[in-house]
């Protein structure tokens, strides 16, 4: 009997980004001769009163074998998850990964190298940081300095503040918003690693740069090359992985000093078409190989 799965993307995003990575996903399930569909999170109907069957617009669908999730919308994840439907990857995962905060909080518990963090305290809605406290930011991580908002995508909602004043200025613009502080990694300065995780394995990896900005992400302008990772990398991104309990994930390594390396981002629904392309590696078959190996 064919195995079945849905891929659950964003009905909301007008991006074709995600579309384009389902699809990759949707062709080497096929060719695995699995009947997977791609469905949109808008397209569920959520009834927490009578979960099964679940119902899509006055349709009555089977349950399916497995869900691929591309999307970051937790309720649904746990939803189907509570319907006993493997997720990949899981809520709990996905809902870290989401969170910059939560992702560096539990890195540095197990001791995978970060740069130097401190976690904005929280403000609930309106409010200012007095000018002590972000002149001891400053003195704590120097300048320029890197402040990142806890939500964010394709290297957005990530700055790069160079004085005082213009600290002064964002951190007012970011009130109520949860968000951190972080030393400025001059090593790596449009610059960093992609190394794609597919259970305990690096299956690809590249490196990029961007000469017009301090961000490597391609999204920004920056260009790849592909990258054989050593050890010393290859152990602190499976670890990354491992410490989010992610089936697969894209980590952003930095370049430290001397041949060192720091984790900037973990992604539990990095985008594909880039590496593949980059690397000549299949890494929506090896996805679907992995997950057809969980579900037998």
């Known amino acids: 009997m064919k195995k079945t799965g849905w891929i659950i993307v964003n009905g909301n995003l007008t991006t074709n980004k995600f579309i384009d990575y389902a699809e990759m996903i949707q062709s080497a399930a096929q060719k695995r001769h699995m009947d997977v569909s791609i469905i949109k999170n808008n397209e569920i109907l959520l009834d927490l009163s009578d979960r099964h069957p679940l119902g899509l617009h006055r349709q009555t669908y089977t349950l399916p074998d497995f869900v691929f999730f591309i999307d970051k919308d937790i309720y649904l994840a746990k939803y189907l998850e509570q319907l006993g439907i493997p997720v990949f990857n899981s809520s709990a995962t996905i809902e870290m990964s989401d969170d910059k905060i939560q992702t560096y909080q539990k890195l540095t518990d197990i001791g995978i190298p970060i740069p130097h963090t401190i976690i904005a305290p929280k403000i609930y809605s309106t409010g200012i940081l007095s000018d002590d406290y972000l002149q001891s930011i400053i003195h704590k991580l120097g300048l320029p300095l890197i402040v990142k908002e806890a939500f964010g995508s394709f290297g957005e909602q990530v700055y790069l503040v160079h004085e005082f004043k213009e600290l002064k200025k964002l951190t007012n613009q970011l009130q109520g918003k949860p968000y951190l502080f972080q030393s400025y990694i ?3 300065h449009g610059r960093d690693l992609r190394l794609q995780v597919v259970g305990d394995k690096i299956i690809a990896g590249m490196e990029r740069n961007n ?3 301090f961000r490597a992400n391609i999204t920004n302008g920056g260009n790849m090359k592909p990258f054989t990772p050593d050890q010393k990398a290859t152990n602190i991104a499976i670890a990354a992985a491992q410490a ?11 370049f430290g000093q001397e041949d060192s390396y720091l984790v900037c981002e973990i992604n539990a629904n990095a985008h594909i078409r880039n590496l593949t392309e980059c690397t000549s590696v299949d890494i929506a078959d090896e996805m679907i190989t992995y997950i057809e190996g969980k579900i037998r």
Not at 244 to 254: C, K, M, P, R, S
């Open 211 to 213: 000469d017009q900005d």
């Open 244 to 254: 989010i309990n992610a089936d697969f994930a894209g980590v952003d390594l930095l």
């Open 186 to 188: 001059s090593s790596s």
